[in-house]
């Protein structure tokens, strides 16, 4: 079991910053793809970004490239999102998720623990 617990959510204007942060604890944090996604109510969840086991590689949906930046500590078993020039189509709530699997993904179906989200709003 992994238990997840992310913070760093909240209200921002357009043009603004926010670091999300995502805690894990229960597995073995470097033997772990971590990636972030997120949702709107009514619509499916979506890929952010996601990095793998040693940090070494990460991946990032077109619509956030250039803005966002995620990075990991595994000595604090942490993971952050860094969001910078946030737009409000940045909207929802964004959730941590870790993945046990080999190989690395963008499907939500394959990763194996969530966490309960923060929710982000940008305002224009």
């Known amino acids: 079991q992994v238990q997840l617990v992310e913070s760093g959510g909240g209200l921002v204007q357009a043009g603004g910053s926010l670091r999300l942060s995502c805690e894990a604890s229960?597995?073995?944090?470097?033997?772990?793809?971590m990636g972030w996604f997120r949702q709107i109510p009514g619509k499916e969840r979506e890929f952010v970004s996601v990095?793998?086991?040693?940090?070494?590689?990460?991946d990032y949906a077109d619509s956030v490239k250039g803005r966002f930046t995620m990075s990991r500590d595994n000595a604090k078993n942490t993971i952050y999102l860094q969001m910078n020039s946030l737009k409000p189509e940045d909207t929802a709530v964004y959730f941590c998720?870790?993945?046990?699997?080999?190989?690395?993904?963008?499907?939500?179906?394959?990763?194996?623990?969530w966490g309960q989200g923060t929710q982000v709003t940008v305002s224009s």
């Open positions: 998720t870790a993945d046990t699997h080999m190989y690395w993904s963008r499907s939500p179906s394959t990763y194996d623990y």
């Open positions: 229960g597995r073995t944090f470097s033997m772990l793809h």
């Open positions: 990095i793998t086991r040693t940090g070494g590689f990460t």
